[in-house]
């Protein structure tokens, strides 16, 4: 980590407003969330379902305000068209009528870049896709193709980040690998930034270099991904390794957002008195962990 940091988030909270008939909630998706990204790294971001993962990237590409806090980019307030996000279903974010050349030709031309034949053939080759599905509807795609026509399509707005959340989940293992290498080609070749979402711990073991723990909404963790992942800290790190193949899903009781005490308190096996109490993030190991069980 000894280059400089390229985004930071500084204490990103999100709430939404949900009603139930006549009654009305506040869910606090992300609480206070800070987070670095250091130039030409890869950032993973764990967590199960529900946690808040897809919210952060949404703010991240500015699809959802945050209700606190900031984004700085290269010490500035971050600007739109910097970051750009593929989604888990590619088949959702590329329009069903328009053709796959033309869908790229659209973002060039909003970019004011040149969108000749020759730089159609560069993305095209980024993406390791043949030049002669150029014509071709997504529908007359696969899968695969089709989420390497969407990581083309964010290529062509030339971004310094690309947020890539679950995007191989909807994809056999071949496939998911071949698109993973291929996201690694890219990084080396345009030095892109990566900040890359996933509940698939070994997915995230073999593309990450930095990982972020989030739960209900909070930061639990953050360390280098192999120290996190060998020898995790937090009780829910800890949970969360050693329950990798299977996936716990969150329901939306407003009191499991609560901003009393440690938010794993009601699930950890370490549970104290002061856990009633909510933990900073202390320093331990070069990581930072918020948990009592570290706080000397």
């Keep these: 980590m ?14 939404f407003k949900l009603k139930r008939g006549w009654q ?30 897809s919210t952060l990237a949404k703010i991240l590409v500015g699809l959802i305000k945050p209700s606190e806090g900031n984004l700085i980019y290269q010490g500035n307030l971050l600007e739109k068209g910097k970051i ?20 790229l030709k659209e973002v060039l031309y909003y ?13 095209f080759s980024l993406v390791e896709l043949p030049f002669s599905l150029i014509d071709r509807l997504p529908s007359q795609l696969s899968g695969g193709q089709c989420q390497r026509v969407a990581i083309a ?19 056999d293992v071949v496939v ?13 070749t345009l030095k892109m930034n990566y900040i890359f979402i996933s509940h698939d ?7 990450t270099e930095d990982l972020l723990v989030i739960y209900k909404g909070k930061v639990v963790e953050e360390g280098s991904t192999p120290d996190v992942l060998k020898k995790p800290l937090h009780p829910y790190s800890q949970l969360l390794v050693s329950s ?3 996936d716990f899903s969150l329901g939306l009781e407003e009191e499991d957002f609560s901003d009393e005490g440690c938010i794993f308190k009601n699930r950890c096996i370490f549970k104290m008195n002061i856990c009633q109490n909510q933990p900073p993030l202390f320093l331990k190991e070069d990581r930072k962990v918020a948990c009592w069980l570290y706080q000397n």
Excluded at 24 to 52: C, D, M, Q, Y
Excluded at 84 to 103: C, D, E
Excluded at 153 to 171: G, Y
């Design 111 to 123: 970019q004011g870049l040149s969108s000749q034949k020759g730089e159609l053939e560069r993305i």
């Design 2 to 15: 000894s280059k400089g940091f390229l985004i930071k988030g500084e204490a990103i909270s999100k709430t």
């Design 201 to 207: 711990l070994g997915l995230l073991s073999y593309i």
């Design 244 to 246: 990798a193949k299977r």
């Design 84 to 103: 750009q996000l593929i989604f888990q279903n590619p088949y959702t974010s590329l329009n069903p009528k328009m053709r796959i050349g033309r869908a």
């Design 24 to 53: 009305t909630f506040f869910i606090k998706a992300l609480n206070k969330v800070s987070f670095l990204l250091p130039e030409e790294r890869i950032l993973g971001i764990a967590g199960e379902s529900g946690s808040g993962k």
């Design 176 to 188: 998911s690998k071949k698109i993973i290498d291929n996201l690694l080609k890219i990084k080396q």
């Design 153 to 171: 399509r964010a290529l062509a707005s030339c971004p310094s980040v690309l947020i890539l959340d679950e995007p191989t989940s909807n994809l």
